[in-house]
């Protein structure tokens, strides 16, 4: 049997390894101890590897925190948030200390998440990683409550939400707000030659819809204050076909009926919310994505609209493929 030492675990002959493990629960890390740890933020230029250009963001995704938001109605909400956190990197800089994103969110976690709130921590990212540029998004699913159409019942809708904001080396700050809607969509075409059966040779059909979603990414105006409700409002003002929660047959009759009297290609949506969403004068600017999941065909109908405000939202949306639903 061979008596070959091994590195880190006893060999089959017996023969202890080479290098020690073990933790030590009981050491305690002294500021003399901390002094000497070595850091990478300390190394020099060239340890930089790759090209020596700048990196625009670099930093951290879907940490997760409990977050609170305040209510329209002034209930405040705590929420699982997954945080996006990213900074902007010098070409003579080797990398960014990570754990001062995830510690700027600390030091500010019991406050109440505002578009105020978030400029606070991208101004702590400028000062704790030295940095020019700061973003940051946060996730989370909204909660509120929807009736039904008749029947007088109510249940929970989720909305899929995000607030953003970017904090230029100029000290500008802009602030986002992505919300999405699910509605279904009747086909106005459908529907005419469904008639033109019946009509014409008394054939019975039904005309096809589809669950659908539009992808709402607005600018708030500077001093205005616009609520998820409010973007809430807008959708449904505009597109009327919400899907439900809670049903009985008098709802299911009742939003066979709503979607006969709101019938609606993807053109028409983009349209709809562009004419609510233009009108609101708390919004600076805003790009609407809708994507109807076709029941007739095997792909999907899409469309972008934006307000068309000067260097502002360009209709460049692509990920059709996150509108699923």
Request: charged share 25%; hydrophobic share 35%; aromatic share 10%.
């Amino acid at each position: 049997m061979s008596k070959q030492q091994m590195y880190l675990h006893r060999s089959a002959s017996g023969a202890h390894p080479r290098i020690r493990r073990g933790y030590d629960k009981k050491f305690r890390a002294t500021p003399r101890h901390r002094a000497s740890l070595p850091d990478m933020m300390e190394a020099a230029h060239d340890a930089i590897q790759g090209a020596n250009v700048p990196i625009q963001q670099v930093g951290i995704h879907n940490f997760k925190l409990p977050l609170r938001y305040r209510t329209k109605a002034g209930k405040i909400l705590t929420l699982e948030t997954s945080v996006t956190g990213t900074v902007s990197l010098e070409a003579e800089l080797k990398g960014i200390n990570m754990s001062r994103i995830m510690r700027s969110f600390y030091e500010h976690k019991d406050g109440v998440t505002t578009g105020e709130w978030m400029g606070k921590i991208l101004k702590s990212y400028l000062r704790n990683v030295d940095t020019k540029d700061a973003r940051l998004k946060i996730a989370f699913s909204y909660p509120m409550t929807r009736p039904s159409l008749r029947s007088g019942l109510e249940g929970y809708q989720f909305y899929p939400v995000a607030f953003e904001g970017v904090m230029t080396h100029d000290g500008r700050y802009r602030r986002f707000i992505h919300f999405d809607f699910v509605y279904s969509s009747a086909c106005p075409c459908s529907a005419e030659l469904a008639e033109h059966a019946r009509d014409t040779r008394g054939v019975y059909s039904v005309p096809h819809s589809q669950r659908s979603k539009a992808r709402v990414t607005i600018e708030e105006a500077e001093g205005k204050k616009i609520w998820i409700e409010d973007i809430h409002a807008l959708c449904l003002r505009a597109l009327q076909t919400e899907t439900q929660v809670m049903v009985k047959r008098e709802d299911e009759q009742a939003f066979a009926e709503l979607n006969g009297a709101y019938l609606k290609f993807v053109e028409d949506a983009a349209r709809l919310l562009y004419r609510e969403f233009d009108a609101d004068r708390r919004i600076a600017d805003f790009r609407i994505a809708c994507s109807h999941l076709e029941s007739l065909h095997s792909h999907d109908a899409v469309s972008v609209i934006c307000k068309g405000v000067k260097d502002g939202f360009a209709a460049d949306f692509m990920d059709f493929g996150s509108l699923l639903c």
